[in-house]
């Protein structure tokens, strides 16, 4: 058969790229580097997705181009392997996650081999293995030590089906986003990083990256920035002091009817009058079980409860009731309002279901047409002030800022700045994660600790209470890093929502040398020696996060016993020149690795302050049927399924020819048999059916102008595509040149094999077996990627429209530097032009070369 035969040519040369390590990457820092990164996988037990090799055959694409572009190009891939599922199949199993994780790791591996990226292997990084999650431990001890990790006894969310805390953004409609479990609020001890420290830095650097403009604005969102005051409001029962409120709208103060504090406000007990203390204390009980979410939705109906208390408005002495109700929050601004329900929708629900009055204080602007100065209420847009005494007539923001700067004079405010940010919940209480580098001791050894370790501990030192003894965080020293995980019996939490780790009394109870960080279990004597301090390991673990906040650092330097990377190699390699991933990680991830790598910024390991320069999203692969692919649809796509039906390179091809690569595109199986077809057709155009190189494909063969020209294009198309990520219309390009190949009678062997090598990052099997049978020296992903020649591409003919009176008559096909008269002539002799001419008098001539030739005739 004619037919190239994928099955034998693609794990031919996989084997040879392997025991070759064609794609082992040296330091070589006299070459220009280039640093492409794949989001890396989890390793499920489902294998690779379908969306998986469509980012990552595009980075793919882009490192082989680079290569052959002369740099040293680094292409790495990982596993994040710590996590919820390989920790559910532990705990049904009994089998150690470690032991599926690994099967899946390998399974993952092989698909990727059998896809033939050109990963350097040798750069392999696991987040769960002791050699990386020591340096896990180590950052985490980086940013302890700078009073960015803290222990807070917090509500969190508790699933009681996975037996695990989940973070916020785990939590979707009030189920866990992994198998869409019922959530519940619970009150848990946890380590919560303090990234709000960094949220004015987080935003302004959006500006120097080069990313999606939908993600920076998420991650605007997300970080929330929102200008405003606090105002300080007189409590009227004696004693109080003041109520502090944050308001982005000091200019609504006159209208302030009623103020709201938070069930969780400090004040609200001293607050509460006698006769509302049964109220309120059913009414907290009640706020308790929700989330924010709940509690803030405009769609929620509001509840609340009068405290019996009063405030007094500084704007005016005018004295409003305090409420207690859950749609204000403790954990933004400062757990207080003043509410002014003639300008706030939720203020303004309130007021109507609990009878307050609503006072408006801001009148539409007259010119917008709705001056009547009556606006349905609650009016939110924007205005002139009313009912505000001397600040009546001002301009809305004119008026924000004198009423805080008056406020500010009087010492009752000031301008402030909050952030919709939360610090970030940083433990689980799971097993499969990384266990915290931190040991619980007593004041008095802590004390003593500190006359040793004072480097590595934070400005204040972070300690809980617990059955009124109170515990110091000590962390480990990073010389007794990595903190393994402990052999347990059940991989099920301890039932009162600790990890598994706390029934490991040996691990747990220890003597710990609070220099060296050695320890053994406490069940054994003392050791002698002033060093040795009873202490109790903590037992929450690490989200899954922390291990993919840096691992594009280790892969620079994947052995390092010594440091997350050498300093030398951080700065030759720098961050990655372009991220590939999905959209849906545009705030989790992406925010959480920017934190860290700006804590190592500060910490002086890295040279730069923003991780990912340039980021780019694929789109989502959607099934046949248009919908998002899944299981329980049945619509998913196996890439092994593929490959043996019809190669890798053509899988490859296929994905990226689907569409834009940062488009949502359906899957579509006709597709793949047309880029199966482009591929059989250069191969028969190359290889005679006795497996020798077609009699067409000559040495000495010269090529047609025509196919020079086109060749060159190609060259030129391809290049630019490539470097610009337009993958198909890069394929395009290239099937344009296979038909052409296919009509010419003749084409020179170097032609073809430069075309191989325009070829050979999209389908690199077929491209190095046609190489190396045409002749080519050495493996294809080594030949210099190919230049165009400029003085090619200039077409020798040029098209001109002959218009006579107007109207369009013909068009020629002129030589290039044809003058007006040598383009009239050839007008009058073209046999649909002739006929409106012969005979007439030609009354004028326009003639643009290589355009148009007009002429007006009698
Ligand atoms: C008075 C006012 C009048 C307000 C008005 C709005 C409109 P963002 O943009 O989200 O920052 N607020 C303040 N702290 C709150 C909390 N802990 N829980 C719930 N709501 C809170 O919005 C800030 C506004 O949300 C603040 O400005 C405050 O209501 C409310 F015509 O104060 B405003």
Redesign the pocket.
């Known amino acids: 058969s004619t037919d190239y035969n994928f099955a034998q040519i693609e794990p031919h040369w996989q084997k040879i790229w392997d025991e070759q390590k064609t794609f082992r990457t040296t330091n070589d820092t006299s070459k220009p580097k280039f640093y492409a990164l794949d989001m890396f996988p989890y390793p499920s037990g489902a294998g690779l997705h379908i969306g998986h090799p469509e980012g990552y055959t595009a980075t793919d694409i882009i490192t082989r181009a680079k290569r052959a572009q002369g740099f040293n190009v680094l292409h790495p891939i990982g596993w994040d392997a710590f996590g919820l599922p390989a920790e559910q199949h532990a705990v049904k199993t009994g089998t150690h996650p470690a032991t599926n994780t690994q099967n899946n790791i390998a399974n993952f591996r092989r698909q990727l081999k059998a896809l033939g990226f050109a990963y350097d292997w040798d750069r392999e990084v696991d987040t769960t293995d002791p050699t990386y999650f020591r340096w896990t431990q180590w950052i985490f001890l980086q940013l302890f030590k700078r009073g960015l990790a803290y222990v807070d006894e917090r509500p969190v969310w508790w699933c009681p089906e996975l037996r695990t805390v989940l973070a916020n953004e785990e939590v979707v409609d009030g189920k866990s986003e992994v198998g869409g479990f019922p959530v519940e609020r619970r009150n848990l001890r946890q380590w919560v990083l303090r990234i709000t420290a960094y949220a004015e830095r987080l935003l302004a650097d959006l500006k120097d990256v080069d990313w999606p403009d939908s993600t920076k604005r998420m991650q605007e969102a997300w970080i929330?920035r929102?200008e405003?005051a606090e105002l300080l409001f007189k409590l009227e029962k004696e004693n109080l002091g003041d109520l502090k409120?944050?308001?982005?709208?000091p200019d609504?103060v006159f209208?302030?009817t009623y103020m709201?504090i938070?069930p969780e406000h400090p004040l609200v007990d001293a607050l509460t009058t006698p006769a509302q203390r049964e109220a309120v204390e059913a009414y907290k009980k009640k706020a308790a079980a929700k989330s924010d979410l709940e509690r803030?939705d405009l769609a929620k109906d509001k509840s609340g409860v009068f405290s019996g208390s009063f405030a007094l408005n500084p704007a005016n002495g005018a004295r409003v009731p305090v409420w207690i109700a859950d749609?204000?929050?403790?954990?933004?601004?400062?757990?207080?309002?003043?509410?002014?329900p003639?300008?706030?929708e939720?203020?303004y629900e309130f007021a109507v279901k609990f009878q307050i009055p609503v006072i408006q204080v801001?009148e539409p602007a007259k010119h917008e047409g709705n001056g009547d100065g009556h606006p349905k209420l609650?009016y939110?847009g924007d205005g002139v002030l009313v009912h505000s005494e001397g600040y009546s007539g001002l301009p809305w923001e004119e008026a924000k800022k004198k009423i805080t700067a008056d406020f500010t004079a009087k010492g009752r405010g000031k301008a402030t700045v909050?952030y919709?940010l939360r610090d970030w919940l940083f433990s689980r209480q799971r097993y499969w994660g990384e266990p915290f580098p931190i040991v619980w001791v007593t004041e008095a050894d802590y004390q003593r600790a500190v006359t040793a370790r004072r480097a590595d501990l934070p400005p204040q030192p972070i300690t809980y209470t617990s059955e009124g003894a109170t515990w110091f965080a000590l962390p480990l020293p990073a010389t007794a890093l990595p903190l393994a995980l402990p052999d347990v019996q059940s991989y099920l939490p301890s039932g009162n929502g600790e990890s598994p780790l706390a029934n490991v009394t040996d691990w747990l109870e220890i003597w710990f040398n609070a220099e060296t960080g050695a320890s053994i279990p406490a069940s054994q004597p003392k050791p002698a020696g002033d060093a040795w301090v009873r202490g109790r390991r903590e037992t929450n673990t690490m989200p899954q996060w922390a291990g993919s906040c840096w691992y594009y650092l280790r892969y620079l330097d994947p052995k390092n016993p010594a440091a997350p990377a050498s300093p030398e190699l951080l700065k030759y390699w720098g961050v990655p020149d372009i991220y590939v991933g999905g959209a849906e990680h545009a705030v989790l991830h992406l925010l959480y690795a920017r934190f860290w790598h700006k804590v190592l910024f500060d910490e002086g390991i890295v040279p730069q302050s923003e991780p990912f320069k340039k980021l780019f999203h694929q789109g989502i692969i959607l099934g046949e049927d248009g919908e998002k692919m899944s299981k329980s649809r049945g619509n998913t796509v196996s890439p092994d399924d593929i490959i043996k039906t019809h190669g890798a390179d053509t899988l490859r091809l296929y994905l990226m020819f689907l569409g834009p690569l940062e488009a949502m595109k359906p899957w579509n199986p006709r597709g793949i048999e047309g880029v199966y077809r482009f591929l059989q057709k250069i191969w028969r155009e190359s290889i005679a059916e006795d497996g020798s190189v077609n009699a067409k494909v000559s040495a000495s063969a010269e090529d047609s102008a025509e196919l020079s020209k086109l060749l060159h294009e190609t060259i030129k198309k391809v290049t630019e595509d490539i470097a610009a990520l337009r993958f198909n219309t890069a394929i395009s390009q290239m099937m344009i040149f296979a038909n052409a190949l296919q009509k010419a009678p003749s084409i020179n062997r170097a032609s073809l094999r430069s075309f191989l090598q325009l070829l050979a990052p999209f389908a690199p099997h077929f491209a190095e077996e046609l190489w190396a049978r045409l002749g080519g020296t050495g493996s294809v992903v080594d030949a210099a990627w190919p230049k165009f020649d400029a003085s090619k591409l200039v077409s020798t003919e040029a098209k001109v429209v002959v218009q006579v009176n107007g109207k369009k008559r013909a068009e020629l096909l002129l030589p290039v530097g044809t003058d007006q008269a040598a383009a009239l002539a050839a007008a009058q002799a073209n046999p649909d032009a002739a006929p409106h001419l012969t005979g007439k008098a030609i009354k004028r001539v326009v003639f643009v070369p290589g355009k148009i030739l007009n002429l007006v005739v009698e």
Do not use: E, L, Q, W
Request: without cysteine; charged residues 15%.
């Open positions: 929330g929102s405003g409120v944050f308001t982005t709208r609504t209208g302030v709201v938070a803030t749609y204000v929050v403790m954990g933004y601004g400062t757990g207080a309002i003043m509410a002014v003639a300008h706030d939720r203020d801001i609650p939110t909050n919709k």
